[in-house]
T-cell receptor, first 115, second 117 residues
Framework: EAQVTQNPRYLITVTGKKLTVTCSQNMNHEYMSWYRQDPGLGLRQIYY???????DKGDVPEGYKVSRKEKRNFPLILESPSPNQTSLYFC??????????????FGDGTRLSIL | AQTVTQSQPEMSVQEAETVTLSCTYD???????LFWYKQPPSRQMILVIR??????QNATENRFSVNFQKAAKSFSLKISDSQLGDAAMYFCAYRSGNQGGSEKLVFGKGTKLTVNP
């Protein structure tokens, strides 16, 4: 089954404790992306990756890191989480990034609470 | 930078009736793609319909159709014969179609649709 898998689905942690949210897709997609969703703000892009070893900032990259060492994986790293990073996070992938009408397939979301 | 505006934070419709969700966008590009995504309470993001800007014909997917007005930069979603399962948050999204354009998918803030039995 074609899917984007995020882990964990829920996480409560404390300020400053490094965490990683994993994202994996099994569709051989080139393009992967991370979003955060906050009430009243819709979805905002954090980082995206056009292919292996190619990443770029989205609209709200501060406080986040990503890496794309393999095509299927695109982890989101919070080196020193803060309460303002409490949010619902989505990973998404699509076949192509550049000028493509291919829709993005989304994971089920990760609810992060930073205390 | 492109922006997407959904002016209706909440809408409601009676079951079996028709409802239209509005979306406007701002861009200086001529080639782009527009999407409507549905997010039910399960939080999944599900693609509902897509439209290529170079196509004049409005996209349709079963009970879902769009009214794409390129000159007015408007992209509304019409849901016909509304069903209880249509209740969800709906997001309009924009993506550049120009070579060298932004790779970002820009979302509106969403419209929460309630379907009344």
């Amino acid at each position: 089954e074609a899917q984007v898998t995020q882990n964990p689905r829920y996480l409560i942690t404390v300020t400053g404790k490094k965490l990683t949210v994993t994202c994996s897709q099994n569709m051989n997609h080139e393009y992967m992306s991370w979003y955060r969703q906050d009430p009243g703000l819709g979805l905002r892009q954090i980082y995206y990756s056009m292919n292996v070893e190619v990443t770029d900032k989205g609209d709200v990259p501060e406080g986040y890191k990503v890496s794309r060492k393999e095509k299927r994986n695109f982890p989101l790293i919070l080196e020193s989480p803060s309460p303002n990073q409490t949010s619902l996070y989505f990973c998404a992938s699509s076949l192509r990034g550049t000028y493509s009408n291919q829709p993005q397939h989304f994971g089920d979301g990760t609810r992060l609470s930073i205390l | 930078a492109q922006t997407v505006t959904q002016s209706q934070p909440e809408m409601s419709v009676q079951e079996a009736e028709t409802v239209t969700l509005s979306c406007t966008y701002d861009t200086s590009e001529s080639d782009y793609y527009l999407f409507w995504y549905k997010q039910p309470p399960s939080r999944q993001m599900i693609l509902v319909i897509r439209q290529e800007a170079y196509k004049q014909q409005n996209a349709t997917e079963n009970r879902f159709s769009v009214n794409f007005q390129k000159a007015a930069k408007s992209f509304s979603l019409k849901i016909s014969d509304s069903q209880l399962g249509d209740a969800a948050m709906y997001f309009c999204a924009y993506r550049s179609g120009n070579q060298g354009g932004s790779e970002k998918l820009v979302f509106g803030k969403g419209t929460k649709l309630t379907v009344n039995p």
